[in-house]
């Protein structure tokens, strides 16, 4: 059969109308094996959309309005309050959901532990505070028992980058799946953009067949449950509503059967959870209503008088972090698929290493580069009946962000919060934790206080570092 794709010419000529045919430079030095690649990554590139990227022309939000015009958004409180149903209602209405298989679990893992020091995808780092268990382990005994509580199959659809795609199904699959169900773990791609020069807009090459490519943001996740056929196939297994968390977070309830029933009494096409945060400044998406509608802006976007702003009984006015913990509809999602501008690109300045037109490879001091991401908050103004639910951040919210010795987000912070957590389930059980004891409860011996109290005897005194294993008790 004939190749149909474009000839060396005509890909010249195409980049030329857009003035880029200045990656080609090399194309006579370089292998059959890697002008096929150079030529792949540039026929995936939408040319005329990045024109308007570079131009400016895309639309773009004015965040400075949308602070002024920004409320406190309608919330369920952590005290249960601000809805017509009770927790316990919404709690069984999650359960009943979770019975009938109407459930999957999306993590997105596109993460590398550069930031922590780590040079393996961060979904690999070992987060357990006595067991080592690393997160994705962490995420995989909650599905497994939360699987074996409700008596359904939970999909896993787990989104890599070309970054950590390897390494991570290689983990996958040299342990067994961490005891999950192979058919139940479906593991995809996500999408990349690529990133220019910040002065002109030309290409970046990261080597002379090469793009420089980065992930296209945890929006891509829309794009790419639907062209890797992980919409299609929730519809097959009867799955109508997606549980979305990030790996970072190990604190992150993938699954909450009362987030999954405040979302569906609400009717809701996309429901995200929130805490208060922690200091105005703080570096968290801020959600908010403007106009009627939930949406969120980055504490990049948000201008620090709207930030510091109180209402008059002296509390933030825009109070409300994103976790970055969402359920999503599987027909929401079918539809903004389809809808090619229903995520705005951000646009980011980063140092970003590539080719010099003399092939020399330079690594920048500063930041040299844009690099184009989406963002899957950016679906929340256009759901049905967008929701927010607020937890309490000591039960939710441990994220695993930067080395030990920054002031938030390492990992010895989230070993603290899994084992205070945990602490405070054992004394809510009528245990005993001695001080400056750690311990940990992996969800396979229980989900929660109220079974880890039913599995524990009277008055268990815990003076040594302990982790509760499904295998233990």
Not at 215 to 238: F, I, K, W, Y
């Amino acid at each position: 059969m004939a190749d149909s794709s474009p000839s060396f010419d005509d890909l010249r000529t195409k980049l030329a109308e857009h003035g880029q045919e200045h990656v080609l430079r090399s194309w006579d030095r370089l292998s059959t094996s890697e002008q096929d690649r150079l030529k792949q990554q540039l026929l995936n590139l939408d040319l005329d959309l990045l024109d308007s990227l570079i131009a400016g022309t895309d639309e773009k939000k004015d965040f400075g309005g949308l602070a002024a015009a920004a409320q406190s958004p309608p919330a369920i409180r952590a005290d249960g309050s601000g809805a017509s149903w009770t927790p316990v209602q919404a709690r069984q209405r999650g359960e009943q959901a979770l019975r009938d298989g109407e459930v999957g679990a999306v993590i997105v893992a596109g993460g590398q532990g550069t930031r922590l020091g780590f040079a393996h995808p961060k979904g690999m780092f070992p987060i357990g505070p006595v067991s080592g268990r690393t997160l994705f382990q962490f995420f995989a005994d909650r599905l497994i028992a939360t699987r074996h509580r409700y008596g359904s199959r939970i999909p896993l659809y787990l989104m890599t980058s070309d970054a950590t795609d390897e390494e991570t199904r290689d983990d996958f699959e040299s342990n067994d799946f961490l005891g999950l169900d192979p058919e139940d773990v479906i593991i995809f791609k996500q999408g990349t953009m690529p990133a220019v020069d910040a002065a002109s807009g030309k290409l970046l090459l990261s080597a002379a067949d090469s793009l420089a490519l980065s992930p296209d943001g945890h929006g891509g996740t829309v794009t790419a449950l639907a062209r890797n056929g992980c919409l299609e196939d929730a519809r097959r297994r009867g799955v109508k509503h997606l549980a979305y968390i990030q790996v970072d977070n190990p604190l992150a309830d993938l699954c909450d059967p009362a987030l999954l029933g405040h979302h569906l009494l609400a009717e809701s096409e996309m429901t995200t959870q929130v805490v208060r945060k922690r200091d105005p400044l703080e570096r968290v998406g801020n959600v908010v209503l403007v106009d009627g509608r939930i949406q969120i802006i980055e504490y990049s976007d948000l201008p620090e008088e709207a930030a510091r702003a109180c209402s008059e009984d002296g509390q933030l006015k825009l109070w409300a972090g994103n976790i970055a913990v969402h359920v999503i509809d599987v027909g929401f999602l079918e539809r903004s698929s389809r809808s090619a501008g229903s995520l705005p690109f951000h646009r980011a300045l980063k140092k970003v290493p590539f080719l010099s037109e003399d092939g020399k490879e330079i690594n920048p001091e500063a930041p040299n580069a844009t690099k184009f991401e989406r963002f899957i908050f950016d679906l929340l103004p256009e759901a049905r009946n967008a929701f927010v639910v607020e937890a309490r951040a000591s039960e939710s919210f441990a994220p695993v962000k930067n080395a030990e010795g920054a002031p938030s987000d390492t990992p010895a912070l989230a070993k603290a919060a899994i084992s205070d957590l945990h602490s405070r389930w054992l004394e809510q059980a009528g245990a005993v934790v001695d001080s400056g004891v750690q311990v940990e409860i992996n969800p396979r011996f229980a989900l929660d206080s109220g079974e880890l109290a039913e599995k524990i005897p009277a008055n268990l005194r815990i003076d040594v570092d302990r982790y509760f294993d499904s295998g233990v008790e």
